[in-house]
């Protein structure tokens, strides 16, 4: 039979290139796309409607402006756009005062079906507008839920701004559910993974410490913070409250600038780095900002120096000659100083633990190498949780925000380069293009394996979706991409800041779908085509995000990686097997996503999403996947069901 789609080494050949990759003319199945069911309408009885619809009896309508209205006032002028909430009664004021008072414009709520992905898509929003969202959770009970959320962007230092409800005082609570869902510290719950928490006793106090929180959550090292709306605070008309009491003003957001390295620190850092023969740049969860990209560049190429991208952010372009993270291991083991930049792991960049039995070290680096740390992934450190990794010595730790810090280092190095440097320097650059055209040459032949087979190479998968993306302006939203062995990594053009914005932090399940809805919220406003590669196991932990995109009008392409099994734990166990001899036939016992599969297209269906799929065969998928993209460019998500090779 002939197979019409992407070539796989012409395609390939062209990413190396940089050129056009075209897919042939696909003969356009028919949708499979069912037509949605209506929904059955059954009107209430006269009795049930009018009770919903008017105002309890017991208590008289209230006029004038009420505690939650000042919150909304206060939300609104520290530039929050929107907040994500699952409804709950602790927040009920603010609820109702958002979306009457505030007319649910700047914020605007999101209506979301779990605690976890209100967090979530606050984590992926702020990856990419540079500013956080606002979430609103249910007491002790809701904070719980988000809890694995919070947790993730803590891990990834990225700013949420969480209003949770509470009712403080014993006295107002009414019998039964409001004890439950009140806690006499609330925040304990979460205090080791957020960076600041108050529980405020006035209006006054509540417009201080959001302010304050704000300013707080988004000053690199930016994590999440957490603010309580006592019950009472919310609901007491204003007019009520003493004139004393009563706020008369919202304090002025004041930001801090981010801490910049010390310039005695960069000046011996940047003397290392010039007179290195076999410098390396190693690069985390460091850049935030297209600048940023731009500052690393200009460093790398400053030195000759080959970086590797531990993909916590884009951090460098993957099509730059200097980018050589398919040789990192090799060049950390040649390099004679290695320069950290918001690394999280720096003794996992230089040494290895081995999973055996007996764990033993293997040290990576040479002896002698000269480290240098700039970053600030050591504040704020918390002891309970274990984040920040085990620790490296290193000769120059330099505590400053690389992005701010990385332009004084960059002319630094330049003031250290004498002329005597300048032909090493250019003879290593040389080396490193030679080198990364063979890496290139490696990973285009790899990407070919397996091109026709069923289930679906991940490798294949990539291709036919940057052969519909490339001449988009488009952004991929995906988790850990760990999990997809990092073919886009490896194989689209990466060069702007926000087409990739890293991993989960905390590699909780459950982060990538919500995180992509909200990624593809903040990409909506600049017109950008949005692509999410959504593992499986990973989206029936908050399938409910699916429903939040159609809701809200959120476009995103969400291709699934459909493998069936939670595939990580699945080799776990294959590990654990083959240490006793006991054989593999068994591991996909209590792993595997079967028996029967779950039809992720009619999950999304039932939600109101296009959708499409099983796809079992590579030649329907180029077909599918440009029906797809005509749904997104609607202004609509969709959904492809892909059934993928595990990695």
Not at 329 to 338: E, H, K, M
Not at 406 to 413: C, G, I, N, Q, R
Not at 499 to 509: D, E, H, K, L, N
Not at 611 to 638: C, H, N, S, W, Y
């Amino acid at each position: 039979m002939t197979r019409v789609g992407v070539k796989r080494r012409g395609f390939f050949s062209a990413v190396a290139v940089g050129g056009a990759a075209s897919l042939a003319s696909l003969p356009e199945k028919a949708s499979a796309q069912p037509a949605s069911p209506k929904p059955s309408a059954v009107t209430p009885g006269a009795g049930v409607a009018a009770a919903e619809a008017a105002p309890p009896r017991e208590e008289p309508v209230v006029a004038g402006r009420s505690g939650s209205d000042f919150m909304v006032d206060v939300i609104r002028q520290i530039g929050v756009e929107y907040v994500a909430a699952m409804p709950g009664s602790s927040f009920r004021g603010l609820h109702e005062s958002i979306i009457n008072y505030g007319g649910n414009r700047q914020p605007e709520l999101l209506t979301c079906l779990h605690e976890e992905i209100s967090v979530a898509m606050a984590h992926g929003y702020a990856k990419v507008a540079g500013k956080p969202m606002a979430t609103l959770l249910h007491g002790p009970v809701g904070l719980q839920h988000a809890s694995m959320a919070i947790y993730n962007a803590w891990c990834d230092r990225v700013p949420v701004v969480m209003i949770a409800g509470n009712g403080m005082d014993a006295t107002k609570r009414r019998p039964g559910v409001e004890w439950m869902h009140a806690a006499q510290d609330n925040a304990a719950i979460v205090r080791d993974f957020v960076k600041f928490d108050d529980q405020p006793a006035s209006h006054e106090h509540f417009a201080e410490s959001l302010v304050r929180g704000y300013a707080i959550a988004v000053t690199p090292p930016a994590a999440p913070v957490l603010i309580m709306a006592d019950s009472e605070l919310q609901e007491r008309p204003m007019a009520d409250l003493p004139m004393a009491d009563q706020p008369t003003t919202v304090p002025r957001l004041s930001i801090p600038h981010p801490p910049a390295g010390d310039p005695a620190a960069l000046a011996e850092a940047a003397r290392l780095l010039a007179g290195a023969e076999n410098p390396v740049i190693v690069v985390d969860r460091y850049s935030r900002t297209q600048a940023g990209v731009d500052a690393l560049v200009a460093l790398a190429e400053a030195l000759q120096a080959p970086v590797v991208n531990k993909l916590g952010r884009l951090n460098m372009p993957n099509q730059h000659y200097l980018n050589q993270t398919a040789r990192a291991r090799a060049l950390v083991g040649q390099a004679d100083v290695i320069l950290g930049i918001e690394v999280v792991d720096f003794w996992g960049t230089v040494n290895d633990l081995r999973d055996l039995i007996h764990r033993d070290e293997v040290h990576v680096a040479k002896p002698g190498a000269r480290l240098i740390s700039l970053g600030t992934t050591t504040i704020p450190m918390r002891a309970n949780f274990q984040d920040f990794q085990r620790y490296q010595p290193v000769d120059i730790d330099i505590v400053g925000d690389g992005e701010t810090s990385l332009p004084s280092l960059t002319e630094a190095v330049r003031r250290a380069l004498g002329a005597d440097r300048r032909s090493a320097i250019d003879g290593r650059g040389d080396k490193m293009r030679d080198a990364f055209k063979r890496s290139q040459d490696v990973m285009l032949t790899s990407a070919t394996y397996g091109w026709d087979a069923s289930p679906i190479s991940l490798a294949r998968v990539c291709a036919e979706i940057w052969a519909q993306i490339r001449d988009m302006d488009w952004a991929l939203t995906t988790g850990d991409p760990f999990f997809q062995s990092f073919w886009p990594q490896k194989t689209w053009k990466m060069e702007k800041v926000y087409q990739f914005t890293g991993g989960p932090g905390g590699y909780g399940v459950g982060y990538s779908a919500p995180a992509a809805v909200g990624a593809a919220l903040a990409h909506r406003a600049q017109g950008r085509f949005v692509v999410n590669i959504q593992g499986d196991g990973e989206l029936m932990c908050c399938p409910g995000a699916l429903w939040t995109a159609v809701h809200h009008k959120i476009p995103m392409l969400t291709v699934m990686h459909n493998n069936r099994a939670y595939h990580q734990e699945l080799m776990h166990v294959q590990r654990m097997a083959d240490r006793h001899s006991r054989g593999i036939d068994r591991a996909s016992i209590g792993t595997a996503i079967d028996g029967p599969p779950i039809d992720y297209a009619k999950l999304a269906q039932s939600m109101g999403m296009w959708a499409a799929g099983p796809v079992t065969d590579p030649k329907d998928l180029g077909p599918t996947l440009r029906q797809a993209i005509d749904v997104v460019k609607r202004g609509e998500p969709a959904l492809i069901d892909v059934v993928c090779q595990p990695r």
